[in-house]
């Protein structure tokens, strides 16, 4: 009998990666057949996160196949090149006009797409500190000191915007029973100086949202009273796609007179894949014309207002293609679905015993905020996400609030489009059964929990 030679051996079963490591550290020399490129990746991604079972993240894991193929079939188009595709640039505008009608505007306006809100909220903080500065230099006073108000509860981009664009940060502390701000908290911050306030509409910690009402109403009175006009900005990274839908007569948006932009993640609860953030401005002059640049591209008169230059068309086209195909009734439809699914599996988590439900009567993203009740000495919700995830899975974060709420420590379960009523059940028998094992063996090691950290913002 003959022997394979190993090489024979792997054209016929397999491939050289299943008995040799992945390359990694210098640029291969030679390359390998596509089908081995393929599975070489898929080996190694197999052990990614389940998506399903990823209640972390707010960034959206499920498109339905309809969608999944525009998105593929669209995948070589830069978005960039209007003019080569003009079509993809008009749908792009048709998406602006539509969010600015969800928001409330109260005239035809202008707004962009971006890579994601961090995108978005960078452009809109420019503009922010450009307008200030046409306000100053017109009145001929200094410009060197500008600063930007805004809460505990605030996503880490603000303060990236902050440092690179040469900001002073006024950042208001949370407290111990209070996870969102208001008006009275933002006043003393407030001077000649300040480009703007920075309120959130549904938090990545909690999922509520400031007193963005209260704000309005401050800085119109600040208007009024001291002359000094502080724009505001609402960051509605996950809740500019939730409000509108299950809260439409709670205002937020250019219903309220201060409110100047407004940045949404379509990747979020826009529903689409990773890749898609939005900007919208109340009006056109909103835009500090300054940050627009107009070029020649490729022989027509392009006005570009990004940090980025080329990305693909295609997670634009999905934006539509969910709008279209949703609509209004759609995304209320989609919405309330997971508002019912997080309401049933925070009255499971509360009448287990072992829980409390942060703000659950409360506007909120579709999400159950929970901590342990009570003294629990032996275990803590660190030890449960770490013991979820080992026994069965689930990720499921926990983590510590800002200053000055870092004594709280707290869970959050994203409850999404795909979660049945049926893994809600599931997950809630998964956490007393995680309990359970806490409860006879203690809580886990701060290197067992190494393994899992996990943070909150994304
Ligand atoms: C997710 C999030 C961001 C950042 O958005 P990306 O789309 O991930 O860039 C900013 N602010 C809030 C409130 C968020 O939830």
Not at 160 to 178: A, G, Q, S, T, W
Not at 337 to 342: L, P, T, Y
Not at 417 to 435: G, H, K, N
Request: charged share 25%; glycine share 8%.
């Amino acid at each position: 009998m003959t022997t394979l030679s190993q090489s024979a051996a792997e054209a016929l079963y397999g491939n050289r990666f299943l008995t040799e490591k992945a390359p990694s550290t210098s640029f291969p020399q030679t390359g390998m057949r596509p089908t081995d490129a393929m599975r070489l990746l898929g080996e190694d991604l197999n052990l990614e996160g389940d998506p399903q079972r990823n209640l972390a993240t707010f960034v959206t894991t499920w498109m339905e196949p309809e969608a999944q193929r525009i998105i593929a079939e669209n995948l070589h188009r830069n978005f960039i090149d209007h003019a080569e595709y003009p079509i993809s640039a008009e749908i792009e505008q048709r998406c602006v006009r539509m969010l600015a009608d969800l928001f409330n505007a109260p005239g035809p306006t202008t707004g962009c797409r971006t890579q994601g809100s961090s995108e978005a909220i960078m452009l809109g903080a420019l503009s922010l500190k450009w307008k200030w500065k046409e306000r100053r230099q017109a009145a001929n006073l200094p410009t060197d000191r500008p600063n930007l108000v805004f809460g505990g509860d605030v996503h880490v981009v603000w303060e990236k915007f902050c440092r690179y664009f040469d900001v002073e940060p006024r950042i208001v502390p949370l407290e111990e029973n209070k996870y969102t701000i208001g008006p009275a908290d933002v006043e003393p911050h407030i001077d000649e100086n300040t480009i703007g306030v920075a309120a959130v509409l549904g938090t990545t910690f909690t999922g509520h949202m400031d007193d963005i009402v209260g704000i309005n109403n401050l800085l119109l009175d600040i208007r009024n009273r001291r002359d000094l006009d502080v724009p505001l900005h609402v960051d509605g990274a996950s809740g500019g796609f939730v409000w509108p839908f299950l809260y439409p007569d709670s205002p937020w948006d250019f219903r309220l007179e201060q409110v100047r932009s407004i940045n949404v993640s379509g990747h979020k609860y826009g529903l689409v894949y990773p890749g898609i953030g939005w900007l919208v401005f109340r009006e056109e002059s909103d835009l500090a014309e300054d940050l627009v640049f107009y070029e020649n591209y490729l022989g027509k008169l392009d006005a570009t207002f990004t940090l980025n230059f080329s990305t693909g068309a295609s997670m634009v086209l999905a934006q539509y293609y969910n709008f279209v195909r949703l609509g209004r009734d759609g995304y209320t439809y989609v919405m309330k679905q997971m508002q019912q699914n997080a309401q049933a599996l925070a009255s499971n988590l509360r009448d287990s015993g072992r829980f409390e439900v942060i703000g659950a009567g409360e506007e909120q993203l579709p999400l159950v905020a929970f901590r342990l009740s009570g003294e629990h000495t032996t275990y803590d919700e660190s030890d449960i996400a770490w013991q979820l995830s080992a026994e069965r899975g689930w990720m499921v974060p926990a983590y510590t609030l800002p200053p000055n709420a870092e004594r709280v420590k707290i869970m959050r379960a994203l409850v999404k489009e795909t979660m049945s009523r049926e893994q809600v059940e599931r997950l809630t028998r998964d956490i007393a059964d995680a309990c359970a094992t806490l409860e006879k063996k203690g809580g886990t090691t701060e290197t067992e929990r190494a393994q899992t950290k996990r943070g909150s913002g994304y």
